[in-house]
């Protein structure tokens, strides 16, 4: 007896080993490809795996709506027409030697996209001023409209500041070091000021959309990391991703800056609210999809994502997971395709043919389960699916409901460039100055508006604009001003 218990303690510390090097080989694996390799996880083009004449029809159909986009663009581009003409020394016929030619048509075009570099301009308003007759009054015009009492500088350079800051992650001192370039002396700490007050006045519209998302049927979510200043070194704070879509399918999006990954800041946003909120496996989300809250939906791309982790040291099974999440895509792509997304018929297609496939990766995790010790990779993987089975299934009920959160993923790599190029953020209050534009300016920039524009108008009317009107001037709803007519 005391032999066999010695082989079943050493077989269990080889095991227990082989378990360690696997997780130790696939953690060197991955980190050789953060820092060498490619990190990509994209699927196979899911084009190539489907060929049948429905999918080549859209597809065509899909290209000609491009290319008609693009030249509505082109059109709307300011164009300046510029004449070469013939130089004298040219007009001489080489068959009769002549020297009188006449014009032959409208002549070649060759269109030229050129680069006319930014200026920024001082304005000088002049106001005038009348005097009655009686000299008892007068009358002075009004002045130019500002954002702020005695800002030298206009709602556009304001917008300018944090559309460059937030979509393009430009640091507010490079941002000086340009405008320097052209001739305006500014510093950063200038700069800094604009965007901190833009952020303060367009709060409202902020705060509106906030509520908006989240008292929408279908929300999705995610977080990332943010550093902010601190004594001696910089410490660890969060942006969170909400995003959802009102009834004519518009893009909402919102951004929250929290001091911690708990569950505050999914409870502050979503409490008291119903639907379906679109998640990863992370427990801070617990709080808010409790019974009588919201119902969690599980992450496909996610599930994957352990698997792909996996493919070192468990190359087929991983490969077979993968395979089989493909065949999900696959449907959802003819359903986009076909124009389906969000219809019963959707919906048949979800219960039928996707179904098949759930039925198929269930019966799959259940054989192999026990195959794989549950700390490698390929372990971790299967534990995953297994774990949030009813969460990834849930789509199979709802047609309106993605089947990853990648847009919510999405969203957040803005910030994370951002993070990149501007390291950190001064204060909490500064961070959620940032969470409030990047959430205004998101939103104009997933429903095709400029958002320079957008933050020039509104950084005027929002301060008289009615509150019980301020849905007018969230992004999705904002109309541009009308031109004036010229003088």
């Given at each position: 007896?005391?032999?066999?218990?010695?082989?079943?303690?050493?077989?269990?510390?080889?095991?227990?080993?082989?378990?360690?090097?696997?997780?130790?080989?696939?953690?060197?694996?991955?980190?050789?490809?953060?820092?060498?390799?490619?990190?990509?996880?994209?699927?196979?083009?899911?084009?190539?795996?489907?060929?049948?004449?429905?999918?080549?029809?859209?597809?065509?159909?899909?290209?000609?709506?491009?290319?008609?986009?693009?030249?509505?663009?082109?059109?709307?581009?300011?164009?300046?027409?510029?004449?070469?003409?013939?130089?004298?020394?040219?007009?001489?016929?080489?068959?009769?030697?002549?020297?009188?030619?006449?014009?032959?048509?409208?002549?070649?075009?060759?269109?030229?996209?050129?680069?006319?570099?930014?200026?920024?301009?001082?304005?000088?308003?002049?106001?005038?001023?009348?005097?009655?007759?009686?000299?008892?009054?007068?009358?002075?015009?009004?002045?130019?409209?500002?954002?702020?009492?005695?800002?030298?500088?206009?709602?556009?350079?304001?917008?300018?500041?944090?559309?460059?800051?937030?979509?393009?992650?430009?640091?507010?001192?490079?941002?000086?070091?340009?405008?320097?370039?052209?001739?305006?002396?500014?510093?950063?700490?200038?700069?800094?000021?604009?965007?901190?007050?833009?952020?303060?006045?367009?709060?409202?519209?902020?705060?509106?959309?906030?509520?908006?998302?989240?008292?929408?049927?279908?929300?999705?979510?995610?977080?990332?990391?943010?550093?902010?200043?601190?004594?001696?070194?910089?410490?660890?704070?969060?942006?969170?991703?909400?995003?959802?879509?009102?009834?004519?399918?518009?893009?909402?999006?919102?951004?929250?800056?929290?001091?911690?990954?708990?569950?505050?800041?999914?409870?502050?946003?979503l409490e008291g609210t119903i639907g379906k909120l679109l998640v990863d496996g992370y427990e801070?989300?617990?709080?808010?999809?409790?019974?009588?809250?919201?119902?969690?939906?599980?992450?496909?791309?996610?599930?994957?994502?352990?698997?792909?982790?996996?493919?070192?040291?468990?190359?087929?099974?991983?490969?077979?997971?993968?395979?089989?999440?493909?065949?999900?895509?696959?449907?959802?792509?003819?359903?986009?395709?076909?124009?389906?997304?969000?219809?019963?018929?959707?919906?048949?297609?979800?219960?039928?043919?996707?179904?098949?496939?759930?039925?198929?990766?269930?019966?799959?995790?259940?054989?192999?389960?026990?195959?794989?010790?549950?700390?490698?990779?390929?372990?971790?993987?299967?534990?995953?699916?297994?774990?949030?089975?009813?969460?990834?299934?849930?789509?199979?009920?709802?047609?309106?409901?993605?089947?990853?959160?990648?847009?919510?993923?999405?969203?957040?790599?803005?910030?994370?460039?951002?993070?990149?190029?501007?390291?950190?953020?001064?204060?909490d209050a500064a961070g959620e100055n940032l969470a409030g534009l990047y959430s205004l300016i998101?939103?104009?920039?997933?429903?095709?508006?400029?958002?320079?524009?957008?933050?020039?108008?509104?950084?005027?009317?929002?301060?008289?604009?009615?509150?019980?009107?301020?849905?007018?001037?969230?992004?999705?709803?904002?109309?541009?001003?009308?031109?004036?007519?010229?003088?």
């Open positions: 007896m005391g032999g066999d218990d010695h082989r079943c303690e050493w077989r269990e510390r080889a095991e227990a080993l082989e378990a360690r090097l696997a997780q130790v080989e696939a953690t060197l694996e991955k980190l050789q490809r953060h820092q060498f390799g490619a990190r990509s996880e994209k699927m196979p083009p899911i084009s190539e795996a489907i060929r049948d004449p429905a999918h080549a029809e859209a597809e065509r159909i899909a290209a000609q709506q491009k290319r008609r986009e693009n030249a509505e663009k082109k059109r709307q581009l300011v164009a300046r027409k510029i004449v070469h003409e013939v130089r004298e020394d040219q007009k001489s016929c080489p068959k009769c030697g002549g020297h009188e030619f006449t014009p032959l048509g409208e002549g070649k075009v060759t269109e030229l996209y050129e680069l006319v570099p930014a200026r920024i301009e001082r304005q000088l308003h002049v106001q005038k001023k009348v005097r009655c007759r009686c000299g008892e009054t007068i009358i002075t015009a009004d002045g130019p409209a500002k954002v702020f009492d005695k800002t030298r500088f206009g709602p556009t350079f304001m917008a300018q500041v944090a559309v460059s800051k937030c979509a393009d992650s430009l640091p507010l001192y490079r941002q000086a070091k340009a405008y320097r370039r052209t001739g305006v002396e500014v510093n950063d700490s200038t700069l800094g000021d604009l965007f901190h007050r833009t952020a303060e006045l367009v709060d409202p519209l902020y705060e509106r959309l906030l509520h908006l998302v989240a008292e929408k049927e279908i929300v999705l979510a995610d977080e990332t990391t943010h550093r902010v200043q601190a004594k001696g070194k910089t410490r660890t704070a969060w942006i969170w991703s909400f995003i959802a879509r009102d009834e004519a399918e518009r893009e909402l999006i919102a951004y929250v800056f929290s001091r911690s990954r708990s569950g505050e800041t999914p409870v502050r946003v801070g989300y617990n709080k808010v999809t409790l019974p009588g809250g919201r119902e969690r939906a599980g992450c496909w791309a996610h599930a994957r994502r352990k698997f792909f982790d996996a493919q070192s040291t468990a190359t087929a099974a991983a490969k077979h997971a993968m395979e089989l999440i493909l065949e999900l895509y696959k449907i959802e792509r003819a359903a986009l395709d076909a124009d389906l997304l969000g219809t019963p018929e959707h919906l048949a297609m979800r219960q039928t043919r996707s179904r098949v496939v759930i039925d198929e990766i269930r019966a799959w995790l259940d054989a192999v389960q026990g195959r794989h010790p549950p700390r490698s990779p390929i372990g971790v993987a299967i534990g995953y699916a297994l774990g949030q089975w009813n969460e990834l299934t849930l789509f199979l009920t709802d047609p309106h409901l993605p089947i990853d959160n990648n847009a919510s993923e999405g969203a957040l790599r803005v910030c994370a460039l951002g993070r990149k190029n501007f390291l950190f953020v001064g204060t998101a939103t104009c920039e997933a429903n095709g508006i400029n958002p320079v524009d957008y933050l020039a108008d509104v950084l005027l009317r929002v301060q008289t604009h009615p509150a019980s009107r301020i849905d007018e001037l969230l992004p999705h709803n904002w109309t541009p001003p009308r031109p004036e007519p010229s003088a």
